[in-house]
T-cell receptor, first 112, second 113 residues
């Protein structure tokens, strides 16, 4: 299994500011994944973070808006930049281990 | 592309009632199938899984059987409890697409005492 810790668990931010979300895994993994869950909706993959290379973004998501760092095999950060109320969501970190996908508890972001 | 269709919610049941949440999928190849549960204010937790046709996943009294002929993976529980109130997500994952699971829209279950 995998234990994933995310920080912060929730935040309320002002429009135009940025928030960096941290994700720590209890074991080394090749890829880490960032998802967004908008209110009342399912999960949407934002990007895949590989250690030592740039993240791979899904359609509709860009690096300038969601820069990602992956400095080592157990840690990643996702920044939500220049926030607007439409960015209010739950952001989830995930890893795939032994053919099972595990998730952190999520970061609940509200943008005013 | 791949897709997962879940029974629309919300679902409201009385305690000890029988639960079925329908899930069907469309995918090429042979995906693994999963049910995740999200309790209020928490992230997704894996509830159960099945990796090939006719496999039955089970956990905490919940069961689901991988039916390839009907492309289904319905979640069942014989007697629900108030503590089962949560959002349930059906998902598929392909070995060739690790980490990129396809999720259904989620079904909200409320169990009343």
């Amino acid at each position: 299994s995998a234990v994933i810790s995310q920080k912060p668990s929730r935040d309320i931010c002002q429009r135009g500011t940025s928030l960096t979300i941290q994700c720590q895994v209890d074991s080394q993994v090749t890829m880490m994944f960032w998802y967004r869950q908008q209110p009342g909706q399912s999960l949407t993959l934002i990007a895949t973070a590989n250690q030592g290379s740039e993240a791979t973004y899904e359609s509709g998501f860009v690096i300038d808006k969601f820069p990602i760092s992956r400095p080592n095999l157990t840690f990643s950060t996702l920044t939500v930049s220049n926030m607007s109320p439409e960015d209010s969501s739950i952001y989830l970190c995930s890893v795939d281990k032994q053919n099972i996908q595990y998730f952190g508890a999520g970061t609940r972001l509200s943008v005013l | 592309g791949d897709s997962v269709t879940q029974m629309e919610g919300p679902v409201t049941l009385s305690e000890e009632a029988f639960l079925t949440i329908n899930c069907t999928y469309t995918a090429t190849g042979y995906p693994s199938l999963f049910w995740y549960v999200q309790y209020p204010g928490e992230g997704l937790q894996l509830l159960l899984k099945a990796t090939k046709a006719d496999d039955k996943g089970s956990n905490k009294g919940f069961e689901a059987t991988y039916r390839k002929e009907t492309t289904s993976f319905h979640l069942e529980k014989g007697s629900v409890q108030v503590s089962d109130s949560a959002v349930y997500f059906c998902a598929l994952r392909k070995a060739t697409n690790a980490g990129k699971s396809t999720f259904g829209d989620g079904t909200t279950l409320t169990v009343k005492p």
